[in-house]
């Protein structure tokens, strides 16, 4: 389901600068009587391999650029 989250408050650096924790919006589970709380935190490499695998996806969901026209 999407989720709903102002990205100011999902994404922040710790206090030492060493990490960054995602928290994510309250999620329901079928079966508890409480929504979840679920936070991650990501050290500066993981950060990293995700912004380029990030991108790399991003490139895949944009159009193809039109072919370039042959010059004579």
């Known amino acids: 389901m999407p989720i709903e989250h102002e990205q100011v408050w999902m994404w922040t650096l710790s206090a030492d600068r060493r990490s960054v924790r995602m928290t994510l919006p309250p999620l329901p589970v079928n079966g508890l009587s409480e929504p979840i709380a679920v936070?991650?935190?990501?050290?500066?490499?993981?950060?990293?391999?995700?912004?380029?695998r990030l991108t790399m996806l991003r490139l895949q969901m944009l159009p193809k650029p039109p072919p370039a026209r042959k010059q004579n």
Do not use: L, N, S
């Open 39 to 52: 936070k991650i935190d990501f050290g500066a490499g993981v950060i990293e391999q995700m912004i380029e």
